[in-house]
C-alpha cells in the first residue's frame, strides 16, 4: 500500500511539475530580432546612430575627436569614403576601434551603417 501510495504520488509530482513548465523564451525573453536595414535614410538612421554614439566627441569643433567631426554628411563623408568609419565601428584593426575605451556598437546599428555606406552612402 505505501509503494503504491508513493508510486502515485511520484508520478502525479512529475506530471504536475513538468506541465507547469510551458515556456517559449522568444515569448518570455522579447528580444528585437527584427533589424530592418531596408530602408536606412542617413537622416532618419545613420545621423541619430552617430549623434547618439559619435559626437560626443567627434560633433561641432571635435576638441576632443582628433579633430574628426561626424556630426554632419559633409565632414562625415570624408570619414566614409575613406572607410574609417565603419572599419572604426566594426573594431577590425584596419582604424582606431570606436567608440574609444567601449565596446561595439550593436549588431543592429553596425547592419544599418554598413548597408547604408554599401548602398552609396546618400545623403537622403
Same mark, same amino acid.
Given at each position: 500500500?505505501?509503494?503504491? +501510495?508513493?508510486?502515485?504520488?511520484?508520478?502525479?509530482?512529475?506530471? %504536475?511539475?513538468?506541465?507547469? %513548465? %510551458?515556456?517559449?523564451?522568444?515569448?518570455?525573453?522579447?528580444? *528585437?530580432?527584427?533589424?530592418? &536595414? &531596408?530602408? !536606412?535614410?542617413? +537622416?532618419?538612421?545613420?545621423? $541619430?546612430?552617430?549623434? @547618439?554614439?559619435?559626437?560626443?566627441?567627434? /560633433?561641432? &569643433?571635435?576638441?576632443?575627436?582628433? /579633430?574628426? !567631426?561626424?556630426?554632419?554628411?559633409?565632414?562625415?563623408?570624408?570619414?566614409?569614403?575613406?572607410?574609417?568609419?565603419?572599419?572604426?565601428?566594426?573594431? *577590425?584593426?584596419?582604424?582606431?576601434?570606436? $567608440?574609444?575605451?567601449?565596446?561595439?556598437?550593436?549588431?543592429?546599428?553596425? *547592419?544599418?551603417? &554598413?548597408?547604408?555606406?554599401? @548602398?552609396?552612402?546618400?545623403?537622403?
Amino acid at each position: 500500500m505505501i509503494k503504491n +501510495t508513493l508510486f502515485i504520488f511520484s508520478l502525479v509530482s512529475i506530471v %504536475y511539475l513538468s506541465s507547469c %513548465y %510551458y515556456d517559449k523564451a522568444d515569448m518570455i525573453y522579447t528580444q *528585437n530580432l527584427a533589424c530592418d &536595414t &531596408t530602408a !536606412v535614410k542617413y +537622416t532618419t538612421i545613420v545621423a $541619430p546612430i552617430l549623434t @547618439k554614439n559619435c559626437n560626443f566627441c567627434h /560633433g561641432g &569643433t571635435a576638441a576632443n575627436g582628433a /579633430g574628426i !567631426v561626424l556630426d554632419n554628411y559633409a565632414s562625415a563623408k570624408v570619414y566614409i569614403s575613406n572607410g574609417r568609419l565603419l572599419n572604426s565601428i566594426l573594431h *577590425n584593426g584596419k582604424a582606431s576601434a570606436m $567608440p574609444k575605451g567601449g565596446g561595439k556598437l550593436d549588431a543592429c546599428s553596425i *547592419n544599418k551603417i &554598413t548597408n547604408w555606406i554599401n @548602398k552609396g552612402a546618400i545623403n537622403n
